[in-house]
């Protein structure tokens, strides 16, 4: 997303930072490690995992989104994921420029990247391997990445319901760029921000811009782990993707705003209002879908 900062930019991030010195945000404390082309590693040198076997059961896809009922999370798993993957999407917001995961270069890219991470089982090594200290969370119980059945290919690319040979056929991939990402792997909860939990996310198009669609995390109130009482405000995250100033391409950056900031943003087209045609609404990973 394109555009400048609001006033309270240095706040949201000065909380941010107090919170990692304090211990709150604890996974934000470990360095970085740089990766062997400058970056910072996000691999995870875990033991060669095979998906496992298909059974009838991992062919079903009860919403016909697309999305293999066994990937769908469930219970206490759904709270697991939405805790991880709001924090992954945040930690990205609290380091230096010259220390964002080398992947990270939009904002479809932090979504793969949170959404990835917060499925992989988050041991020793994983914490190692991103540079930070593993918060002592609850773990996805159901599956962890990459050994689900459709292997590492995570997003699904291709319009249709799930069907056992996609698995293997490329309707599968480990990229996705923001459109497919709305289209094939999320679904549409409201165009009311008061139906937004955590994990949740917003989606755009711009059409006036080369890269019309673009994406925020909504973190809601308990980003930062503060206590029950704490009137700290609701915030979403995003990547800017590229930005041109002048002739220059510039890489973008991470930005936290609070939904208020949000709402009142100086160029109408951001506000995520029904009104605006530009706003495509609030959506939810298809992971997560539950029966309405």
Known sequence: MHGSFLSNRQLLIAVLLAFVCAGVLQACLAKPEPSAVGGTSVVVPTQKQSAPATTAADSSDTFTDGTPDYLRLQGSDRDAFRRWFTWLALYPATLPKAKLPAEITDCAALLRFAYREALRKHDAVWARSLGVARPDWPEIAKYHYPA?????????????????????????????????????????????????????????????????????????????????????????????????????????????????????????????????????????????????
């Open 148 to 292: 689900t059945v459709v292997g590492a290919n995570l997003f699904r690319v291709a319009e249709g319901s799930y069907a056992p040979a996609d698995a293997n056929n490329g309707n599968f991939a480990q990229f996705a760029d923001a459109k497919t990402l709305w289209r094939f792997n999320t679904h549409r909860v409201s165009r009311d921000l008061h139906a937004a939990r955590p994990g949740d996310l917003l989606f755009y198009r711009q059409l006036e811009q080369n890269s019309p669609y673009h994406s925020m995390v909504y973190l809601g109130r308990d980003y930062a782990g503060q206590t029950s009482g704490n009137a700290w405000p609701e915030a979403v995250v995003y990547h800017t993707g590229p930005t041109h100033t002048g002739s220059d391409l510039g890489p973008g950056e991470m930005r936290v705003m609070t939904v208020q900031d949000l709402l009142n943003h100086p160029s109408p087209r951001w506000r995520p209002v029904p009104g605006n045609g530009n706003f495509l609404g609030l959506y939810r990973w298809n992971i997560l879908r539950e029966s309405e």
